[in-house]
């Protein structure tokens, strides 16, 4: 969703690409975060990429919804230390809840509740990022 977000605001010179450290390539997104997505609006096409070096080269920044995310690239890919952050981090600080949660597979009212979560962190990272 969060890529969703970002990629309707059509910032210029802003490219957002999505990948996941365990997902597997060719899946559909959710039909949970789809109905979202629609009820705000957002048209997306998605399907899952599984996180390549070529991707981690690609990025200027590098977001996550996790802390264990965030540490799984750095252990990967040392050299994206310094562009790596979770989404939380790079707009708040470092501290004590600095995670997205993940709605994987749970109702459309959770779903609901990470899109407002993340539409908030998005504006807050655009405005940083500016």
Do not use: C
């Given at each position: 969703?969060?890529?969703?977000?970002?990629?309707?605001?059509?910032?210029?010179?802003?490219?957002?690409?999505?990948?996941?450290?365990?997902?597997?390539?060719?899946?559909?997104?959710?039909?949970?975060?789809?109905?979202?997505?629609?009820?705000?609006?957002?048209?997306?096409?998605?399907?899952?990429?599984?996180?390549?070096?070529?991707?981690?080269?690609?990025?200027?920044?590098?977001?996550t919804m996790t802390e264990?995310?965030?540490?799984?690239?750095?252990?990967?890919?040392?050299?994206?230390?310094?562009?790596?952050?979770?989404?939380?981090?790079?707009?708040?600080?470092?501290?004590?809840?600095?995670?997205?949660?993940?709605?994987?597979?749970?109702?459309?009212e959770m779903y609901r509740?990470?899109?407002?979560?993340?539409?908030?962190?998005?504006?807050?990272?655009?405005?940083?990022?500016?």
């Amino acid at each position: 969703m969060a890529e969703a977000i970002l990629k309707n605001k059509k910032l210029q010179n802003i490219s957002v690409k999505s990948a996941g450290i365990f997902a597997v390539d060719g899946h559909n997104a959710s039909q949970q975060a789809m109905v979202v997505l629609e009820e705000n609006n957002i048209e997306h096409s998605h399907t899952s990429k599984m996180l390549t070096e070529e991707d981690i080269q690609w990025a200027t920044l590098i977001l996550t919804m996790t802390e264990s995310h965030k540490s799984s690239i750095i252990e990967s890919y040392p050299f994206a230390k310094e562009k790596t952050f979770t989404l939380k981090e790079f707009v708040n600080g470092k501290g004590d809840n600095i995670d997205v949660g993940d709605p994987f597979g749970g109702s459309v009212e959770m779903y609901r509740t990470t899109f407002l979560e993340l539409s908030d962190l998005i504006e807050k990272a655009i405005e940083k990022i500016k």
